[in-house]
Structures are given as structure tokens and as C-alpha cells.
């Protein structure tokens, strides 16, 4: 492909869609406001009602696809990540002491929402890895490759330009894709599941740094936290 050709391809690439970001951060909302009351951090619906105005802003900045941004608009996505980021890290503290403290009788209870705070966890982190990598979503889709901020991730299609015909088709290269969303959600569920990055490395510290909290706190969730709960089950 050219300099001409990439772009025009450039100048062909849409915003990204603002409903799914959004869907994905009802669904972190909407998981931690229903955790047992012991997890929850004040009155119930406090952080999920700050959450719920910082997300109404940002959709008012970018209704349907994400076009325009500037630097409150960067604080106030970036504030809600760590919002998110923060509670949940705080129910999971919450939750390690609710197994030790508490008896069998509430093991399933637990054990659902150490399930909330697994899902919860690998949202967060992929919504943080999306906001920052290249500069963040508007700036993948709307400057220049030369004029991104430097890759925080190598995505496969970042290296599959010189692969057969059918595969470097959907290459960066080849069609100037941009990782979106659902890309950095699965580099997420990945990484949380397997406890290592999988098709997707990390290049910059802070990428790595991030990988590495989230792979470790998946899993205390998954081997302590999991694992008690299974073992209050038995007779």
C-alpha cells in the first residue's frame, strides 16, 4: 500500500461505535451494584450513580461514534476507569475477608460474586487497555499511523502483512486496521484466564505493568478466592 493509499484509508476510517464501550461499562456498573452488601463500599448506589453521570457525559461528547475528544474528555474516561478499577479492587479485598470471616452457609453467595468480581476485572482492564493503547479510540481511527502515539500492544494483524493472500487482507498493513473494544476485551479474558499474555504481547511497561496486576489479581480470584468457596461446599 502507498503513503497515498494508507491515507486515504485514513480518511476512510469511521469512529468507532460508541454503543458497545458503553454496554460494556452498564454491565461493570450493573455487577458491582448487585454484590452482597458486604463487598459494597458505602451506600449501594453511590459509585454506581457516579459512574452512571461520568459514562452520560462522555456519550454526550460522542452519542454514536466516537469522533471528537479533548482533554476533559480524556480525564472523565479515564476517571471512570479507575473508578471502576478502584471499587472493584476493593470488593475483591472485601471478599478475602467475608471467606475467612464467614461460614458455610453463605459459600454460594460468595462464590456467585467472586464470579461478579472475576467479570468485573477482566471489563475494566480491557476498557483501560483501550483507552490507552495509540493514544486511545479516537486517535486509532482518525490520525495517521506516523502520528499515533507509540503501540502499547502487538496485535496479531500487526504482523501478518507478509502472510498468504486471505490472511494479510484483514493485515494493519494491508487494510489499516485498528484494534477496537471487543479486541482489547478478549486481549483481557485472555490474559485473566490464562495468566499470561496469549496472541496479543505487551511492548510498553505500563502495558506490562497493567498485564501483570491483572493476570495476578485473576488469580487470587480464581485459585484462593474460588477455590475456598468450593471447599465451604463440602460436608
Do not use: C
Amino acid at each position: 500500500m502507498t503513503s497515498e493509499d494508507r491515507t486515504q484509508a485514513v480518511r476512510g476510517r469511521r469512529g468507532e461505535a460508541r454503543l458497545p464501550s458503553a454496554l460494556v461499562v452498564v454491565a461493570a456498573i450493573a455487577l458491582y451494584a448487585l454484590l452482597p452488601e458486604q463487598l459494597i463500599i458505602g451506600p449501594r448506589l453511590v459509585i454506581p450513580a457516579l459512574e452512571a453521570l461520568l459514562l452520560a457525559a462522555l456519550i454526550v461528547v460522542n452519542p454514536r461514534r466516537m469522533t471528537r475528544t479533548n482533554r476533559w474528555e480524556r480525564v472523565a474516561a479515564l476517571t471512570l476507569v479507575g473508578l471502576i478499577a478502584t471499587a472493584n479492587t476493593v470488593a475483591l479485598v472485601l471478599l478475602l475477608r467475608q471467606l475467612v470471616t464467614t461460614d458455610s452457609s453463605r459459600a454460594v453467595e460468595l462464590l456467585v460474586a467472586a464470579g461478579q468480581v472475576w467479570l468485573t476485572n477482566v471489563i475494566v482492564f480491557g476498557l483501560a487497555f483501550w483507552e490507552l493503547d495509540r493514544g486511545g479510540p479516537v486517535a486509532r481511527t482518525h490520525l495517521p499511523r506516523r502520528r499515533m502515539r507509540r503501540a502499547d500492544f502487538r496485535f496479531p494483524q500487526d504482523e501478518d502483512h507478509d502472510t498468504v493472500d486471505e490472511v494479510q487482507a484483514g493485515s494493519s498493513k494491508v487494510s489499516d486496521w485498528v484494534p477496537a473494544i471487543v479486541d482489547y476485551l478478549y486481549v483481557s479474558l485472555t490474559n485473566s484466564s490464562a495468566f499470561s499474555p496469549t496472541d496479543t504481547m505487551p511492548l510498553s511497561t505500563r502495558a506490562k505493568i497493567l498485564m501483570g496486576a491483572e493476570s495476578t489479581s485473576a488469580l487470587v480470584i480464581s485459585v484462593v478466592v474460588i477455590a475456598k468457596g468450593v471447599g465451604s461446599l463440602g460436608p
